[in-house]
């Protein structure tokens, strides 16, 4: 496993502020908070021709976000690691932070199917929308079902990109179980199948 670094420059004059969801967030380790320019769910996500907010909360210089606690610290293996608890490495199993993998294949097969027709896109989301409510691994889930609901309400908006990032981001949460990652993956296969 790699670790990747990103700086992130301060954004221009804010019309494309949360009109993306954070990768970062996804993979549940966006260490900017409040002042990140890409929305951190469903309900901060905005079309870019909404008016720009008043405010938007900025940087005071570039950061850097990292896997954060992902990856073992070879150092404080070997029995020191100058950094001790400030360190950006786990210090330990217990320390260590789940990486949580985004259904990135979603995205590409959608990116896929947009270059062809829109009724296959709306089709496949709708699909798959619709089974996952269905499946049994979400009937008690109530926070899932209910980001489905206002998913399935930007598919019949024909908003199809801004309900793929709203399901990777639901998909890959962490309080997604094992079970309910497993049933995503057998409803996601047998469609595109």
């Not at 404080?76 to 400030?86: A, Y």
């Not at 985004?102 to 699909?127: G, I, M, Q, T, Y």
């Not at 309400?153 to 890959?172: D, G, M, P, W, Y």
Request: proline letters at 4%; one cysteine or more; glycine letters at 4%.
């Amino acid at each position: 496993m790699h670790h990747s670094i990103i700086t992130i420059p301060q954004h221009g004059n804010g019309r494309l502020y949360k009109t993306s969801i954070c990768r970062h967030y996804e993979y549940g380790n966006c260490s900017i908070g409040s002042k990140c320019q890409f929305a951190h769910g469903i309900d901060e996500l905005r079309n870019p021709d909404d008016p720009i907010p008043n405010h938007i909360p900025t940087l005071d210089s570039n950061i850097v976000i990292t896997n954060y606690k992902t990856v073992l610290c070879k150092y404080d293996q070997q029995g020191f690691c100058k950094n001790g608890t400030d360190c950006p490495y786990a210090h330990g199993q217990n320390d260590k932070k789940q990486a949580r993998i985004a259904p990135l294949h979603l995205r590409k097969a959608l990116d896929n199917k947009e270059n062809n027709d829109d009724k296959d896109v709306e089709w496949f989301l709708s699909e798959l929308i619709t089974r996952l409510i269905n499946d049994v691994s979400y009937q008690s889930d109530e926070l899932a079902l209910s980001s489905f609901k206002k998913i399935q309400l930007l598919i019949e908006e024909k908003n199809h990109r801004s309900a793929t990032e709203a399901l990777c981001l639901v998909l890959s949460s962490n309080q997604r179980s094992k079970q309910q990652q497993m049933a995503y993956e057998q409803i996601y296969n047998s469609l595109v199948q």
